[in-house]
Nanobody, 125 residues
Framework: VQLQASGGGLVQAGASLRLSCAASGRSFRTYTTGWFRQVPGKEREFVGVIFRSGSTTYFADSVKGRFTLSRDNAKNTVYLQMNSLKPEDTAVYYC???????????????????WGQGTLVTVSS
């Protein structure tokens, strides 16, 4: 499966953005999708995960309560809704997918087999 992340941009603190992760190549409905982000010079970090059921998600503490995940299997797309953005949310955001992710390991990069190219989110203060 190929993943395409999009929706990044430059916004002010407090604004919202919605990122999309579109899959092609096969049906996305059996894939769990995770989002990660990376600031240059730092390690990539977990943001959130939505399991293939669509009803199970969890998030990093740093974004909990501000970010949500949803999926539209008919469109083969997962959405990361980011509200109340902060300057520290500035990063390149990546989506990743796999059919083999277990609940307890959704935060691990090694759980994912396919990665998108990343989309830059910049939040100004």
């Amino acid at each position: 499966v190929q993943l395409q992340a999009s929706g990044g941009g430059l916004v002010q603190a407090g604004a919202s953005l919605r990122l999309s992760c579109a899959a092609s190549g096969r049906s996305f409905r059996t894939y769990t999708t995770g989002w990660f982000r990376q600031v240059p010079g730092k390690e990539r970090e977990f943001v959130g995960v939505i399991f293939r059921s669509g009803s199970t998600t969890y998030f990093a503490d740093s974004v909990k309560g501000r970010f949500t995940l949803s999926r539209d299997n008919a469109k083969n797309t997962v959405y990361l809704q980011m509200n109340s953005l902060k300057p520290e949310d500035t990063a390149v955001y990546y989506c990743a997918a796999s059919e083999r992710v277990i609940y307890s390991a959704g935060y691990r990069e090694s759980s994912y087999d396919f990665w998108g190219q990343g989309t830059l989110v910049t939040v100004s203060s």
